[in-house]
């Protein structure tokens, strides 16, 4: 495990073995916020130690709280979890998340759930607003309840950050992206209009005087229509002029 500062308020605890990531969010003065749980070693515990003092992990589903009491005990932190995960807490969790439920004046915690299933996101107010997804899968059905969220970062546990297109991102995992307005022209948008490339096609008409014809060759049509008569009748007058001979005698 490694940790690398991605901002100058946020951390990444990357494992490269797993492609598994935790965030944190540094704070002097209320204490580091954790996002997720890591999986703990003494290693992982001196890692956080050294971005600062923290005071809260937050859990973001079931299975990464199986966990979360060694770091409360190893770093006597506070544990934030939504309801539904605190039965994998030993010992319970510290806070006990709602679905909407604001962690901090700069962190929000919410709940997504998708056919029983659920997990928890932390929205982060930083400069154009960083979302962290912990597990979640941007392109699942559980994922399209975050397009109302306005954010331009995200950062999840299996994917490197995206910073500045994060929104954009979940609306291309989510096919949402704005298509735009077809146009019944011959005269079409380029190049995201393609449906319509027929149209423009079957109105296109040969035009000599800009384009020649095929059997005019590459030589006479860069001179233009009106000298290909006058050109080709030159070129075969010089082709016929009398050559000398070399004498082979």
Known sequence: MDIQQ???SIFELYEPLENDR????????????IVDVPRYSERAVRLIRGTGPASLIVVTNAVRAREAAKFREALGIQ????ADDAAAIEGGPDI?????APLRPDARAIRVRHDGEGATVVLLRKPGNVLVVGDLDLASPAGRSLIPLEFSAVLSAQRPPTWNAGKDTLLA???ELPKPRKRFSILLDAPW???????LEDKMTHFDPIVPREETVGREAAMGTETLVVSDTTRRKMERAPRPVRDES
Not at 22 to 33: E, H, P, T
Not at 96 to 100: F, K, P, R, S, T
Not at 193 to 199: I, L, M, N, T, V
Request: proline share 0%; no cysteine; charged share 30%.
């Open 96 to 100: 006990e998340l709602g679905d909407d």
């Open 6 to 8: 991605l901002r100058s």
């Open 173 to 175: 995992l989510q096919r």
């Open 22 to 33: 935790q965030y944190i969010v540094f704070d002097a003065a209320r204490g580091n916020l």
């Open 193 to 199: 209009d393609r449906a319509y490339k027929g149209r």
């Open 79 to 82: 544990i934030a979890a939504h």
